[in-house]
Every structure is written in C-alpha cells, then in structure tokens.
C-alpha cells in the first residue's frame, strides 16, 4: 500500500527531515547532549507562541490531552475554581479532566459551533470571584471555530484571571501570541499544525505562576506541573523517562516553522489551503458548518455530505485519502472534517478535491 495523504487534523504528514530527525543516535535522558537540545527546544517553542522573557515552556510525553490533564491537576489551588468556557467536544474534554479530579468549576456552556458571549462571560466572571482560572479552547477542533481568546485574555485581565488556553491545534496554525491574550497557561503537541508526530506535548506558562506551585496542589504523579517545571529549571531534563527520540523530530519541526518563514508564513499557507479546500467543497454544492462570518481555523474545514458519510470515508481511503468522521451528532448528520494541517500544499488540496468530486459521485450512485 502506499502512504495515505493524511487530510485529518493529527496525525499529519510530516517532512522528510522531520522523518530523519528519527534516525539520530540514541542518547540517555541524563547527558548533556539531551539537555542542550532539551532548552533548544523550550527556547523555540517560547519564539512560536510569541512569548517573551516572562514565559518558560516544559515538555510532556504524551498526547495532548496530558498536557491539558498536567495544567489542570497542577495549577487550581485549595480554595479556587476553574470557569470552562466551552462549545464544543474539545471544551467538553476539559470539562472530563475537572470533573475526575473533582475540582471545583463553573460550567459556561455554549451550544457547539457558537460563538462565546462575552457579556455573559464578563457577568459570570462578576459572579464568581473565587474562580481564578478561566480555561478555554483556542481552536475548537470539533467544528474548526477559533474561540475568542483575545476578548477573554482582555477579561481575565480586567478581573484579575489566570487563562488556560487549550491550543493543542491552534499551535503553528494560528496566531496566538500568549502576551496580546494575556495567556498563563497554554498547551500543545508536536503532531498537529507543527507537523511533527505524535506523542509530543508541550506546556508554556507564565514563569511567576510556575514558581508559585506546590507539591502537594498537584494532584497527578507523572503529569505534574511541579515537577516538570523544577526538573526543567534546575537540570534541563524531564523528571521520568521521557520519549527521547521523539524530542529531535519536534525540534525539527519547530525549526521548520521558523525556516519557511516564520509563523506568519505557515499560517498564510495553511489559509490559503483552507480557502481553496472550502471553495471547492462549495462549488461541489456542499454545505460547510461555519458561516463566512463565523471565525473559522486556518486548518480545519466541517462539511455536511449529502451522502452516508462512513461510507463515503471509506471509499476516499481506499483512493489513498485520509479524514475524520465528525464527532457525536455531527457523525448522524453526515459532517466530516477536512484538515490541512502538516505537509500539504496548495497542489495537494486541489488534487484532494479532484478525488473529492469523484468519489461523491460515486457514492451517490451506489
Ligand atoms: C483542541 C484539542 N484539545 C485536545 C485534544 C486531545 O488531544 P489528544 O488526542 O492528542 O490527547 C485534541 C485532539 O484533537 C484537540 O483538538
């Protein structure tokens, strides 16, 4: 079989020397040469989120979800609680991790593929002033939305709030700049919009609020905020084992970003993917689920299909195509999700539309 072109929104299609970086000698996690790299990597991971000498950045093995799981058991102290802001399956996943670890929160719940109001938000804020964390997704994976970030960094700001952003696949796709949001905690992984695999996670927070933890307010041994931070600080290792030879390709891939033409040159061509993908879809007469005027991602597009959707995934699989189902009722309705994250180019989504149209025809017919 040959590779499948990954349309999905991670795993995605890496570059070659990302690929290669793989191939790098084997070193122990306790040798200098690691935590050369190790900090080489922290300091490049500062440079992609914006941030500035305030920030420190440490990195988890594991997939997304354990870095958001590594923030929030880490950073809500005895007394406090968390506000989650949430409108989609992604803000539902935060709601999971509160939820296990019984921390106290205030659930402001929006209906999927809306935007947040900020007027309620600001009134909930008012209302509960023991809610010191405010926690929200950047990119709302589940329906492409980018959540209004900057509003509630201005927010959080105004009432004295930390933020938690959730940019697990926003990072490398959007401009995020934790400094213009007024963001304290965020968090990502290396096999989404970075375009490195998966398995590689990231936190970036303010440094002052990383001093300020305790042992004993985080509440997981492997995803602790703690000890990831003071392992970082004052060895340049990680406190456990951690997937070493994962640690090259993300670095390549963050160099990657920086030798394309910075940020603003990877997100230029990931809209005009998006823009060529979304435009073909609708010349097809298809039906995208975010309005023009919605702020959608620069990566991810949902669109219905007026065919039995797992059927028609299928049938693009077996065309070498790769995307993902839409999630919970999104599935019922026919909504697939389209992704042009990692290596894709303007070539690829024209080609990937030819297939497209095809394939929905096909299908059509059976
Ligand atoms: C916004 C967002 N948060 C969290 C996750 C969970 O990440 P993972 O599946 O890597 O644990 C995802 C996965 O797609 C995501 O898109």
């Not at 405010?134 to 933020?163: D, P, W």
């Not at 003071?230 to 030879?245: E, F, K, L």
Request: net charge neutral; aromatic share 10%; charged share 20%.
């Amino acid at each position: 079989m040959s590779a499948p072109k990954l349309f999905s929104p991670g795993p995605v299609l890496v570059k070659a020397n990302v690929r290669n970086a793989l191939l790098h000698y084997d070193i122990c996690h306790r040798s200098k040469e690691f935590e050369a790299m190790f900090q080489d990597t922290q300091k490049k991971i500062i440079k992609l989120f914006n941030a500035d000498e305030s920030y420190y950045a440490v990195i988890v093995s594991g997939s997304g979800t354990s870095a958001n799981e590594t923030v929030l058991s880490s950073v809500v102290k005895p007394g406090e609680s968390v506000m989650l802001l949430r409108n989609g399956l992604f803000g539902e996943r935060l709601q999971e991790i509160l939820e296990k670890y019984k921390t106290p929160y205030v659930d402001v719940s929006f209906p999927w593929a809306t935007a947040f109001d900020t007027d309620v938000i600001e009134a909930q804020m008012k209302a509960h002033p023991e809610a010191k964390i405010v926690a929200m997704v950047f990119h709302e994976t589940s329906t492409g939305m980018i959540n209004k970030a900057y509003e509630v960094g201005q927010l959080c700001a105004k009432y004295g709030r930390k933020l938690f952003t959730d940019t697990v696949s926003a990072a490398a796709g959007q401009h995020i700049d934790v400094v213009k949001n007024n963001i304290t905690f965020a968090t990502s992984v290396g096999g989404k919009c970075l375009g490195a695999f998966p398995g590689s996670a990231y936190v970036i927070a303010k440094t002052a609020e990383l001093e300020q933890l305790t042992p004993d307010q985080c509440h997981n041994v492997y995803l602790n905020l703690y000890k990831h931070y003071v392992s970082a600080r004052d060895t340049h290792q990680t406190p456990n084992t951690p997937n070493v030879n994962l640690f090259w390709p993300l670095n390549q891939a963050l160099t990657n970003v920086f030798e394309e033409g910075g940020l603003d040159a990877r997100v230029a061509r990931y809209e005009e993917c998006a823009a060529i993908i979304r435009q073909g879809l609708k010349d097809m007469g298809l039906k995208l689920l975010l309005g023009d005027a919605d702020h959608k991602s620069s990566t991810v597009t949902s669109v219905f299909l007026p065919v039995d959707a797992k059927t028609f995934l299928r049938e693009m699989e077996d065309r070498g195509y790769v995307f993902y189902i839409g999630k919970a009722d999104y599935a019922k309705q026919n909504m697939i999700q389209v992704a042009n994250m990692g290596e894709i180019y303007p070539q690829d989504c024209r080609n990937m539309l030819r297939v497209f149209k095809e394939c929905l025809e096909t299908v059509k017919n059976m």
